[in-house]
């Protein structure tokens, strides 16, 4: 068995150190690294500190039955309490919580105060409704306050929400509904999306037609479309919300009372419904967003573009953001609608300090061309952020100068649905951060990159990325199948928890995520990251994106195809030039055993909804394969226009 598991190939020398006056403001200092290894568990605890309990716990972390971890045993807590009461009581209820910009162009202010009492009146129609502490609710909605109302309401009275993102299908809502015996679904007649109204309301009674116990729709009129109704069964939102109390007088639920379930997307195989509880999770999202942001309440107006269907959304746009007291810019639609400046125009609009986003949505800047972020001032920024894959260097470079006018940090943040918080990223004032590295684990928690062996591979060295402690936001189990949850996150190595992402050290033992090992290819012997081969493609200034796929090879056992897409607004040569002067760049950048087999040049990618590329279609093509299930792709047309135009392309030699 060989001890490296994964080569190491590309190297990156730049280093961006933050500046002395971000240094000296900055909410972490360097000395974090240190407490947290000296005080081990009670450096959480100080964080479970910053939070406001009923009951103060016994135990900080009870691991005798792991993997299935309590934190904060015998405490008692309420998420909604944390993210609302306490700032009104503390005299800040006047301060705006969100910024709602409605695709249309429709806005709406809204205070912590008004979100405290839509939130009271939420929680006391689902009592009205019948929802009690531990059933689930469904929430199927578009990214309007609504959505953060509904999933605040459930926390308030101990309900379990289970978003599902609103661009999935009827299916995938009834097999998740089924899969949670969800008794509520919580949505809305439709949302704005590419300067339309798409309607959300006939997927869920499409999804009811299958068998469910879901009792009740209460649904949210947001597109005013007409829209199918079932009396016995539905209930418009302001109907019954509006009239209720303003007050409630919030319970208080046991650290470890579900706070909420998400399913993990991707695969064929049935979805898995990862869980997260609460006193754990609510102290590392807030003690997360405070030192990985730098949030500032009073001065700072911080962006997640995240969708709530996603544990991003879970995580830094609703709990995080708001335990810590933050003013957020929330945006319904799309980037592109109506102009492909949108974000930069509202980052100018409200005066962003802080934004969140994704690689995916950044390397579609850069396809789209310098000349719309140029067209806004985005001077008000100061830290940025990426989370969802592996950024590569060259589209950091793009982000930092181009977005961050050169001043801002970047946090590279990786962390997972299970992980529930930020794992490994830059502290913001503290670390010298690498172009397209994570860098190092956040203090608390403990990463390593080992082999097959589960041997630390040391620096400069590639491997397996694994977690050996617990951590207080870790998931409590996958919902209903203990079975699973341990084959599949503690089975490969012997009481560790394994991410299913590859990763290097390089030498100064920065951490690089290499994407997901199956994803891992082979070549000549060469266990070859298709992350490093997509960077080095995204490093040729006509490269604005790049996927990259192991296809059976009768000579090499793999051979590399790569899929790219073109830069706007940069002259380059065409053609067989074009995929020509590609292949040699890559073999420059990372060595010859790196040469792409064949390059075709796509207009798009396929991809999850969330943003990351599958790579599983794309090995379908490049083998001559049927393509397997797309179902959760966000443009199932992708794949056609690739396969096609693959069986009309040359192969190179
Ligand atoms: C990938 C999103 C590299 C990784 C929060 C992980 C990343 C999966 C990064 C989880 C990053 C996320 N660098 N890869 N900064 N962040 N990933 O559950 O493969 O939607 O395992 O959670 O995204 O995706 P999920």
Same mark, same amino acid.
């Given at each position: 068995?060989?001890?490296?598991?994964?080569?190491?190939?590309?190297?990156?020398?730049?280093?961006f150190?933050p500046?002395? *006056?971000?240094a000296?403001?900055?909410?972490?200092q360097?000395?974090?690294?240190?407490?947290a290894e000296?005080?081990?568990?009670?450096?959480?605890?100080?964080?479970?500190?910053?939070?406001?309990?009923?009951?103060?716990?016994d135990?900080?972390l009870d691991?005798?039955?792991?993997p299935?971890?309590?934190?904060?045993?015998?405490?008692?807590i309420?998420?909604? /309490?944390?993210?609302?009461?306490?700032?009104?009581?503390? $005299?800040? #209820?006047?301060?705006?919580?969100?910024?709602?910009?409605?695709?249309?162009?429709?806005t709406?202010?809204?205070?912590?105060?008004?979100?405290l009492? *839509?939130?009271?009146?939420a929680? !006391?129609?689902?009592?009205?409704?019948g929802?009690?502490s531990?059933?689930?609710?469904a929430?199927?909605?578009?990214?309007?306050?609504?959505?953060?109302v509904?999933?605040?309401?459930?926390?308030?009275?101990?309900?379990?929400?289970?978003?599902?993102?609103?661009?999935?299908?009827?299916?995938?809502?009834l097999?998740r509904?089924?899969?949670?015996?969800?008794?509520?679904?919580?949505?809305?007649?439709?949302?704005?999306?590419?300067?339309?109204?798409?309607?959300l309301?006939?997927?869920?009674d499409?999804?009811?037609?299958?068998?469910?116990?879901?009792?009740?729709?209460?649904?949210?009129?947001?597109?005013?479309?007409?829209?199918?109704? !079932?009396?016995?069964r539905?209930?418009? &939102?302001?109907?019954? =919300?509006?009239?209720?109390?303003?007050?409630?007088?919030?319970?208080?639920?046991?650290?470890?009372?579900?706070?909420?379930?998400?399913?993990?997307?991707?695969?064929?195989?049935?979805?898995?419904?990862?869980?997260?509880?609460?006193?754990?999770?609510?102290?590392? /999202?807030?003690?997360?967003h405070? /030192?990985?942001?730098?949030?500032?309440p009073?001065?700072?107006?911080y &962006?997640?573009?995240?969708?709530?269907?996603?544990?991003?959304?879970h995580?830094?746009m609703?709990?995080?953001?708001l335990?810590? $007291?933050a003013?957020?810019?929330?945006?319904?639609?799309t980037?592109?609608?109506?102009?492909?400046?949108?974000?930069? *125009?509202?980052?100018?609009k409200y005066?962003?300090?802080?934004?969140?986003?994704?690689?995916?949505?950044?390397?579609?800047?850069?396809?789209?061309?310098?000349?719309?972020?140029?067209?806004?001032?985005?001077?008000?920024?100061?830290?940025l952020? %990426?989370?969802?894959?592996?950024?590569n260097?060259?589209?950091?470079? &793009?982000?930092?100068?181009?977005?961050?006018?050169n001043?801002?940090?970047?946090?590279?943040?990786?962390?997972?649905?299970?992980?529930?918080?930020?794992m490994?990223?830059?502290?913001?004032?503290v670390?010298?951060?690498?172009?397209?590295?994570?860098?190092?684990?956040?203090?608390?928690? %403990?990463?390593?990159?080992?082999d097959?062996n #589960?041997?630390?591979?040391?620096?400069?060295?590639?491997?397996?990325?694994?977690?050996?402690r617990?951590?207080? %936001?870790?998931?409590r189990?996958?919902?209903?199948?203990?079975?699973?949850?341990?084959?599949?996150?503690?089975?490969?190595?012997?009481?560790?928890?394994?991410?299913?992402?590859?990763?290097?050290?390089?030498?100064?033992?920065?951490?690089?995520?290499?994407?997901?090992v199956?994803?891992?290819?082979?070549?000549?012997?060469?266990?070859?990251?298709?992350?490093?081969?997509?960077?080095?493609?995204?490093?040729?200034?006509?490269?604005?994106?790049?996927?990259?796929?192991?296809?059976?090879?009768?000579?090499?056992?793999?051979?590399? =195809?790569?899929?790219?897409?073109?830069?706007?607004?940069?002259?380059?040569?065409?053609?067989?030039?074009l995929?020509?002067?590609l292949?040699?760049?890559?073999?420059?950048?990372?060595?010859?055993?790196?040469?792409?087999?064949q390059?075709?040049?796509? !207009? *798009?990618?396929?991809?999850?909804r969330?943003?990351?590329?599958?790579?599983?279609?794309l090995?379908? =093509?490049?083998?001559?394969?049927?393509? #397997?299930?797309?179902?959760?792709?966000?443009?199932?047309? =992708?794949?056609?226009?690739?396969?096609?135009?693959?069986k009309? %392309?040359s192969?190179?030699?």
């Amino acid at each position: 068995m060989s001890a490296e598991t994964l080569d190491n190939l590309s190297s990156e020398n730049r280093t961006f150190a933050p500046s002395p *006056e971000f240094a000296a403001q900055a909410n972490a200092q360097p000395s974090l690294y240190s407490e947290a290894e000296e005080e081990g568990v009670a450096f959480w605890e100080r964080q479970a500190e910053a939070l406001v309990w009923n009951r103060r716990w016994d135990t900080a972390l009870d691991w005798s039955n792991a993997p299935f971890a309590k934190w904060f045993v015998g405490g008692k807590i309420n998420a909604s /309490v944390n993210a609302l009461d306490r700032h009104v009581a503390e $005299g800040h #209820g006047g301060r705006i919580a969100f910024h709602f910009e409605g695709e249309p162009g429709d806005t709406r202010d809204i205070s912590y105060a008004q979100l405290l009492t *839509e939130v009271s009146k939420a929680a !006391n129609a689902l009592t009205e409704m019948g929802i009690t502490s531990g059933d689930r609710v469904a929430i199927y909605m578009p990214l309007i306050p609504e959505a953060a109302v509904a999933m605040l309401a459930c926390a308030r009275i101990g309900a379990i929400h289970s978003v599902v993102f609103g661009g999935f299908s009827a299916e995938a809502l009834l097999s998740r509904i089924q899969d949670a015996d969800a008794k509520l679904v919580i949505t809305a007649d439709g949302g704005f999306r590419k300067g339309a109204a798409f309607a959300l309301k006939p997927a869920v009674d499409e999804a009811l037609k299958g068998e469910t116990n879901v009792k009740q729709v209460l649904v949210v009129k947001r597109t005013g479309q007409e829209t199918a109704w !079932n009396e016995s069964r539905d209930i418009w &939102w302001h109907d019954i =919300v509006d009239r209720q109390h303003s007050t409630h007088t919030p319970e208080f639920f046991d650290s470890e009372h579900p706070l909420f379930i998400l399913y993990t997307s991707g695969t064929t195989a049935k979805p898995k419904g990862i869980f997260h509880t609460t006193g754990g999770y609510l102290t590392q /999202v807030a003690y997360t967003h405070k /030192v990985v942001f730098d949030i500032k309440p009073k001065t700072d107006v911080y &962006w997640c573009t995240a969708d709530v269907g996603w544990i991003t959304g879970h995580s830094y746009m609703v709990y995080g953001p708001l335990i810590n $007291g933050a003013t957020q810019v929330m945006y319904e639609g799309t980037p592109d609608t109506p102009h492909k400046g949108r974000v930069f *125009e509202l980052v100018e609009k409200y005066g962003v300090t802080i934004l969140y986003t994704a690689p995916t949505l950044i390397r579609t800047w850069m396809k789209w061309g310098d000349e719309y972020p140029n067209q806004f001032n985005l001077s008000s920024l100061r830290l940025l952020g %990426s989370v969802g894959e592996p950024i590569n260097p060259e589209a950091w470079i &793009w982000y930092r100068h181009v977005i961050g006018g050169n001043r801002c940090p970047i946090v590279d943040t990786w962390w997972q649905t299970e992980t529930g918080a930020i794992m490994i990223s830059p502290l913001p004032g503290v670390t010298a951060t690498k172009p397209g590295s994570a860098m190092r684990p956040l203090p608390g928690i %403990s990463a390593k990159v080992v082999d097959d062996n #589960g041997v630390p591979v040391g620096d400069g060295h590639g491997g397996y990325l694994i977690l050996d402690r617990p951590w207080p %936001s870790m998931l409590r189990g996958v919902w209903g199948e203990d079975e699973r949850f341990k084959e599949t996150y503690w089975s490969r190595f012997e009481g560790i928890y394994f991410a299913g992402d590859g990763a290097k050290l390089d030498d100064d033992g920065a951490i690089w995520l290499l994407g997901r090992v199956d994803d891992v290819m082979n070549v000549s012997g060469h266990r070859i990251s298709t992350t490093e081969v997509e960077s080095a493609l995204v490093s040729h200034e006509a490269v604005a994106e790049a996927a990259v796929v192991g296809a059976a090879d009768a000579m090499t056992g793999q051979g590399i =195809v790569a899929f790219v897409i073109l830069r706007g607004g940069v002259e380059h040569v065409e053609g067989e030039e074009l995929v020509k002067e590609l292949r040699n760049h890559v073999a420059k950048e990372i060595g010859a055993i790196a040469k792409p087999r064949q390059i075709m040049v796509v !207009n *798009e990618l396929p991809k999850t909804r969330s943003g990351k590329i599958m790579r599983r279609l794309l090995k379908d =093509v490049a083998e001559n394969r049927a393509v #397997g299930d797309a179902t959760t792709l966000a443009d199932p047309n =992708v794949m056609k226009l690739i396969s096609e135009g693959l069986k009309s %392309s040359s192969s190179d030699d």
